[in-house]
C-alpha cells in the first residue's frame, strides 16, 4: 500500500500523514525530515525540490521491497511528481492512494507563524507553492483538517483506503 498525503504547508498533512503512518503500521516518509537531514542550509529552490522528491523515492522503493506500507508526506505540488512516485508504486505492483488535507486560510496563517520542528516552511514559501499548485485530478479523498478532528479524519481516511484497495 502507498499513500500520498498530499497539501500545502501548514494544511495539518504532516501531523496527519504520520498518525495515519502509525495507524497502518507503514513508513512514514517526510519531504520535510528528508530537507532538514540532508541539507544544513534550505532555500527551497526547484533544485532542492527535486532532490528531496528523488531521495523520497528511494526511500518508498527500499520499504517497498520489504512490503512495508508507505505514507507518503510532501506538497506534492506537480504532476509530474506524482507520476513519478506512481511509477515507482506500480514497479512494484502497488496502487497509489491519494489524500489532500486542505485547512482554512487563517488557521494555515496562525500555524505557519508557530515555529515547527521539521518544517522552516513560512507564509511567503506556502503562497510560492500555492501559485505553483497543479490540482489533482484523479480519484482522491480531501480532508479539511481543524485543530481537533484527527479522529474524525483517520477515520475517513481508513474507510477511504479500504475502499479503494
Known amino acids: 500500500m502507498v499513500v500520498i498525503v498530499m497539501g500545502l504547508p501548514g494544511s495539518g498533512k504532516s501531523y ?12 512514514y516518509i517526510s519531504s ?3 530537507r532538514m537531514k540532508r541539507l544544513s542550509r534550505r532555500t527551497y529552490s526547484e533544485e532542492e525540490k527535486e532532490m528531496v522528491y528523488r531521495v523520497m523515492g528511494q526511500m518508498m522503493s527500499e520499504a517497498l521491497s520489504l512490503k512495508k506500507p508507505v505514507v507518503l508526506d510532501a506538497t506534492f505540488y506537480r504532476e509530474s511528481l506524482r507520476n513519478y512516485f506512481e511509477e515507482k508504486a506500480a ?19 496562525e500555524r505557519l507563524q508557530k515555529p515547527r520542528t521539521m518544517s522552516e516552511a513560512d507564509h511567503p514559501v506556502y503562497l510560492k507553492l500555492k501559485a505553483a499548485y497543479e490540482p489533482l485530478k484523479r480519484e482522491h479523498l480531501t480532508l479539511v483538517s481543524s485543530n481537533h ?17
Open 16 to 27: 496527519f500523514a504520520s498518525k495515519l503512518a502509525g495507524t497502518l503500521g507503514g513508513e
Open 32 to 34: 520535510d525530515e528528508v
Open 91 to 109: 514497479a512494484f505492483g502497488e496502487k497509489l492512494m491519494f489524500i489532500e488535507v486542505t485547512a482554512p486560510e487563517h488557521l494555515i496563517e
Open 149 to 165: 478532528n484527527i479522529s474524525e479524519m483517520l477515520s475517513e481516511a481508513l474507510a477511504y483506503l479500504h475502499s479503494v484497495q
